[in-house]
Antibody, heavy 123, light 113 residues
Framework: EVQLVESGGGLVQPGGSLRLSCAAS????????MNWVRQAPGKGLEWVSY????????YYADSVKGRFTISRDNAKNSLYLQMNSLRAEDTAVYYC????????????????WGQGTMVTVSS | DIVMTQSPDSLAVSLGERATINCKSS????????????LAWYQQKPGQPPKLLVY???TRESGVPDRLSGSGSGTDFTLTISGLQAEDVAVYYC?????????FGQGTKLEIK
């Protein structure tokens, strides 16, 4: 079964750090581009970050640039998000999401999502 | 950044009727080199992650019922749900993946009238 499972969320004080992980299974992880997307309580979806298949190319939303770092370990089938200098407005469910491939073609849309991990930034 | 604007914000439709959700982008999502619109639609039910419904603006994802369809090109797109069923109650989002930052519409909440 194709699956993404996030972990590492929790309660952290403003200014603190957390590292989220996303474990992939059921597919060749190294063949797929990956993203993090977040959703604040009761709000819509916000794209956070992207990483290429080999990890050499990354992009970030302006709201997290300089504070968050996306990375991956293809040998461990894992995606990560290092979050530093956390703010109250970073409180959200964080999802990892895969960019799909159909008939050998990248479709870029997010075809597989994890269940999410909750990050709460509060004193 | 490309701004995605959905309308309406919420929608109540009777069972068996048609629901139409619109999405407008602040710039064209049509990539001239391959003639594809970089627009996707997602469905999110309470407590669940989003589910991909449509990509390339009109290509239905495998397993998605054919009563859901996407259309449009350039800057104006539509998700149509024909023969509304109770299971369609959800929030629907459009997303552009033409360029980063990838952006989502604000969501449209679909309910049964």
């Amino acid at each position: 079964e194709v699956q993404l499972v996030e972990s590492g969320g929790g309660l952290v004080q403003p200014g603190g750090s957390l590292r989220l992980s996303c474990a992939a299974s059921g597919f060749t992880f190294s063949s797929y581009e990956m993203n993090w997307v977040r959703q604040a309580p009761g709000k819509g979806l916000e794209w956070v970050s992207y990483i290429s298949r080999g990890g050499s190319t990354t992009y970030y939303a302006d709201s997290v640039k300089g504070r968050f770092t996306i990375s991956r370990d293809n040998a461990k089938n894992s995606l990560y998000l290092q979050m530093n200098s956390l703010r109250a407005e970073d409180t959200a469910v964080y999802y990892c999401a895969r960019e799909g491939i159909r008939f050998g073609e990248l479709i870029d849309a997010f075809d597989i999502w994890g269940q999410g991990t909750m990050v709460t930034v509060s004193s | 950044d490309i701004v995605m604007t959905q309308s309406p914000d919420s929608l109540a439709v009777s069972l068996g009727e048609r629901a139409t959700i619109n999405c407008k982008s602040s710039q064209s999502l049509l990539y001239s080199s391959n003639n594809k619109n970089y627009l996707a639609w997602y469905q999110q039910k309470p407590g669940q992650p989003p589910k991909l419904l449509v990509y390339w603006a009109s290509t239905r994802e495998s397993g998605v019922p054919d009563r859901l369809s996407g259309s449009g090109s350039g800057t104006d797109f539509t998700l149509t749900i024909s023969g509304l069923q109770a299971e369609d109650v959800a929030v629907y989002y459009c997303q552009q993946y033409y360029s980063t930052p990838y952006t989502f519409g604000q969501g449209t909440k679909l309910e049964i009238k």
